[in-house]
């Protein structure tokens, strides 16, 4: 089974950026539909995210325009680019592996996803 492993959270100011990353164990990578998700403690975790293996990306609509995601599958490795960060992006960023095509606006049960890595905390102040 593929694991993951985000890093590159962090604290930041209103108005900055942050790049997390997520590493996969297995070449299997370069196959699956890859995706980030959030949570805020109390709150459902809602996808942020995703891209196909073709290249192909969907975003949810709050990080429209400011978050860019990609990856490397030369180094098994996915990426979330956030940009113009705002005290509403504060959350644990998780990212999760798919064998199928999945739906940033109505995201299938967690359950139902191969593999999610433990989450990197962003907190961004005013």
């Known amino acids: 089974q593929v694991q993951l492993a985000e890093s590159g959270g962090g604290s930041v100011q209103a108005g900055g950026s942050l790049r997390l990353s997520c590493v996969a164990s297995?070449?299997?990578?370069?196959?699956?539909?890859m995706g980030w998700f959030r949570q805020v403690p109390g709150k459902e975790r809602e996808a942020v995210a995703n891209i196909e293996w073709d290249g192909t990306t969907r975003y949810a609509d709050p990080v429209k325009g400011r978050f860019t995601i990609s990856r490397d599958n030369s180094k098994n490795t996915l990426y979330l680019q956030m940009n113009s960060l705002k005290p509403e992006d504060t959350a644990m960023y998780y990212c999760a592996a798919a064998a199928f095509t999945w739906s940033v606006v109505e995201p299938p049960p967690a359950s139902t996803l191969d593999a999610w890595g433990q989450g990197t905390l962003v907190t961004v102040s005013d």
């Open positions: 297995e070449s299997t990578f370069a196959s699956r539909c």
